[in-house]
């Protein structure tokens, strides 16, 4: 009973709660009934109100639109009005230039006509002045009425053209005067230079006929040379003959000299009493009047005589000393015949030979000459003749060459077996030295072998491996090309004291060996070069490791900042535990052992397993923490200076962050946007230097950074981002990019001074920085008080170089841009 009271009793409540569920949902409808007729009854209000707006803008438009058409019509007719009375003074202008036209074309064909006539004037001669004179008075009587503003201009032409006509005739007449006279005197003097001319052509002539008596002269000492009777003239008298031709050859040619001379000298009024000119009157021929002409011909002559003579009396010479030194090597032939001719028979009989052989030559003749050679030479005479004695010197001449042959076949095979014993000796040498550049080969291909393959190892390892492997190769170079040195100089020598028969051989030995070198500097320099530029990588690569390194330690750093959140001068101090104002290395390397460090990242979930490999690998790499001596490189790239310690600066530049403003945005006194107040603006492209953050502000929920502005050292705090997505602070503002070329230098400031009392070591680091170069900042740009540039450390990323560069000139001139 009592459950079925609670069941009704429940069943009751609900019929209530449906029942009150109804009511409510009733008085809803009834609300949203009531609102929907608010809502048309707003609807027909606004309908209505829209009705009567457009009905009146539609009475305003027709009053513009009409009040618009009677203002257009009003000026319609003006504008009507105004172009007839521009078309009245248009047709009246018209009229008047054609009037103008009319009287101004009749005005110049009457002036023109008066030119035409006065332009006569201008080739007028004496004989027809007074004709044209009297057709331009004619003219102007009939045309200057009709030149209107023209005739007192027509009239002064005329007068003017007259005139100049007049003084022409006058300068004419002049002239043809002066001509009459000019050539009259010129007449006068052409006589007087005929005149002239005639004697020297006398005294010209003179000459001739003395040069002509030097050349009969010549041709008469010429002729004893010629004549058949010169074949028995000695040679002395041969010799007095040609000094006398000779003597008289240079006297005829001083004579026609004397000629030539006194031609040269007076040949140009001498050709006064030539043929004249066309125009000038022609005397009487006269076969016997001189002309230089004539004489030119008579001079040639005789120096034709006088060297065709001279010429034949050479040749007649070296005949006539020719046949006179035979006849006289003749006559001695017969005395030195006749000296062993015993018993004057002319025949040198055996034993005259002998003597002969013996007396001039000192040489015996063997016996069985006389047995075969002498008896073809003397035939079936007792002797030799005297004609055939030539023939016997030339016999006996070649016996003496026999002996002779004999006694250097003996010292040639004795010569011979000499230099046998020194080529072994020098084959000796050969074979050391063979050996000694088989060594050197060994050692060359060596190097080779192990320089070659070096830029492709280099992927696989470290720069610190590199530079090992590449100090190792140089060691290789080195040696061999000492002892390709030595070898080159030993095969030089080889042929020191070698003997001049030795010396083709032992070249051409020694060529071998210098063949099989000639490659050897050729393949060191071409091992040096691989080595050098596998040098290169690894200095490229050791700077990218130590930039690696130095961010991973910044981001230790940074990370270790981060969670202990304390600024950069606490961080310092974290760092240097004796608190003496430096960080040592050790200190360096013992904060690194104990810093917070960012916790791993899980391991990715990846299908492929070669894949999922190879990405770990690449993850690991990147998040590896460096090691101990990487840590230790870093720093002592750090340590710029070599001190052995790191400044509160260097520190405060190595974990300086920047950001750019992307967009524009405002700085503000503190983190809280409500409660802190706007300091100034940021404009795109400004830099900061982030001092503290990112945080989380509270209110708005974005991320805020404590931030000094680089332009005028405004600190403040910056939102990094919107709740919107919109980005106002990005990486970057400490990279930069060479726009005009420079120098990188170790001092501030450009004269490489150092302030009172610094102890710094100060190294000549100076170095060109080209266009497009990239640079890290280390300390933000600030001005050298000298010179008045601003000057920023910097580090370059191409090689790790530090130093201070100009940003801006002291004129204005942009060096680098942030990129």
């Known amino acids: 009973a009592q459950q079925q009271t609670q069941q009704q009793h429940q069943q009751h409540q609900q019929n209530q709660q449906y029942q009150h569920q109804q009511q409510i949902l009733a008085q809803r409808q009834q609300q949203l009934q009531q609102i929907e007729q608010m809502r048309k009854q707003q609807m027909m209000q606004q309908q209505q109100l829209q009705h009567r707006q457009l009905e009146e803008n539609r009475k305003r438009l ?128 052409r006589q007087e230079a005929i005149a002239k001319a005639q004697e020297l052509l006398k005294q010209l002539e003179g000459l001739i006929h003395e040069a002509e008596q030097a050349s009969k002269a010549l041709v008469q000492e010429a002729e004893p040379l010629s004549d058949k009777e010169a074949a028995d003239l000695k040679l002395e008298e041969i010799q007095a003959t040609a000094k006398a031709v000779e003597e008289a050859a240079f006297a005829a040619k001083a004579k026609a000299k004397a000629c030539t001379d006194m031609i040269l000298q007076k040949g140009a009024e001498m050709r006064a009493a030539d043929p004249p000119t066309p125009g000038q009157p022609a005397e009487a021929p006269s076969e016997d009047k001189l002309t230089l002409t004539k004489l030119l011909g008579r001079i040639n002559e005789a120096a034709k005589t006088t060297d065709s003579t001279l010429r034949d009396a050479k040749v007649a010479e070296e005949k006539a000393v020719k046949k006179a030194e035979a006849k006289k090597k003749l006559e001695a032939t017969g005395k030195f015949f006749a000296k062993y001719d015993a018993n004057n028979d002319g025949i040198l009989e055996r034993k005259d030979v002998e003597k002969y052989a013996l007396k001039e030559f000192g040489f015996n003749i063997p016996a069985s000459y006389f047995e075969g050679n002498f008896k073809l030479l003397v035939g079936n005479a007792k002797g030799v003749r005297k004609e055939d004695f030539q023939k016997l010197k030339v016999s006996v001449g070649i016996l003496r060459e026999q002996a002779k042959d004999g006694k250097r076949k003996e010292a040639r095979v004795a010569r011979e077996k000499e230099l046998e014993k020194l080529r072994a000796e020098f ?64 095969v030089s020598e080889v042929t020191e004291g070698c003997e001049a028969e030795l010396k083709v051989w032992l070249v051409g030995e020694q060529k071998k060996l210098e063949f099989k070198m000639t490659r050897f500097d050729l393949r060191l320099a071409k091992s040096t070069t691989l080595c050098a530029k596998f040098r290169e990588e690894a200095k490229k690569k050791e700077v990218e490791e130590l930039d690696m390194f130095e961010k991973k330690a910044v981001q230790m750093l940074k990370y270790h900042q981060r969670t202990k959140d ?153 939102t990094v981002s919107g709740n919107q997505g919109t980005t106002f602070l990005e990486d970057g503002g400490n990279v930069f990019k060479v726009v005009t070329e420079t120098i990188l230098t170790e001092c501030f400031e450009l004269d490489g001074t150092t302030s009172a009392g610094a102890t710094k070591k100060v190294k000549d680091m100076t170095r060109k920085l080209k266009v497009g170069e990239i640079v890290e900042v280390r300390e933000w740009a600030k001005k050298e008080e000298k010179s008045g540039l601003m000057r920023m450390k910097c580090k370059c990323r191409s090689d790790g170089a530090t130093g201070w560069v100009t940003t801006v000139g002291n004129q204005g001139t942009v060096f680098l841009e942030v990129v």
């Open 62 to 189: 027709e009053e513009q639109n009409r009040q618009r058409m009677e203002q257009q019509r009003v000026r319609m007719e003006e504008v009507k009005r105004q172009q007839d009375e521009l078309r009245r003074k248009q047709d009246e202008e018209r009229k008047r230039q054609e009037q103008e036209l009319v009287r101004r074309r009749d005005e110049q064909t009457a002036a023109l006509s008066i030119r035409r006539v006065v332009q006569k004037l201008r080739g007028v001669s004496p004989e027809t002045l007074e004709e044209v004179q009297k057709e331009v008075m004619e003219v102007l009587q009939t045309q200057l009425p009709a030149c209107g503003s023209q005739s007192d201009a027509m009239k002064q032409e005329a007068d003017s053209g007259l005139q100049q006509a007049k003084q022409r005739v006058a300068q004419i007449q002049e002239s043809i005067r002066k001509a009459a006279e000019a050539k009259a005197e010129a007449e006068r003097k």
């Open 427 to 490: 084959q000796g040498k050969i074979m050391e030295a063979t050996k000694e550049v088989e060594i050197a080969e060994v050692k060359v291909a060596k190097a080779e072998t192990d320089s070659i393959p070096l830029l492709s190892k280099a992927k696989d390892m470290s720069s610190r491996e590199m530079i090992k492997v590449a100090d190792e190769v140089d060691e290789l170079i080195k040696q061999a090309r000492e002892d390709a040195a030595c070898v080159k100089k030993n």
């Open 566 to 718: 304390i600024t950069n001068e606490d961080l310092f101090a974290a760092l240097d535990a004796d608190n003496n104002g430096k960080i040592s290395q050790s200190e360096w390397l013992s904060f690194f052992k104990n810093c917070e460090k960012e916790p791993k990242g899980e391991k990715l979930d990846c299908g492929d397993a070669e894949e999922a490999a190879t990405e770990a690998v690449a993850a690991a790499a990147a998040t590896a923490e460096p090691s101990e001596d990487d840590l230790a490189r870093v720093f002592a790239s750090l340590d710029e200076d070599e001190e052995g310690w790191m400044s509160k600066e260097r520190f405060a530049s190595l974990v300086r962050a920047y950001m750019k403003v992307a967009k524009d945005t405002v700085i503000t006194s503190g983190a809280s946007i409500k409660d802190s107040k706007t300091l100034r603006r940021l404009d795109a492209g400004e830099i900061v230097e982030i001092l503290r953050g990112p945080v989380q502000e509270g209110t708005v929920k974005v991320m805020r950074v404590n931030a000094k502005v680089m332009k005028d050292d405004l600190e403040g705090w910056i």
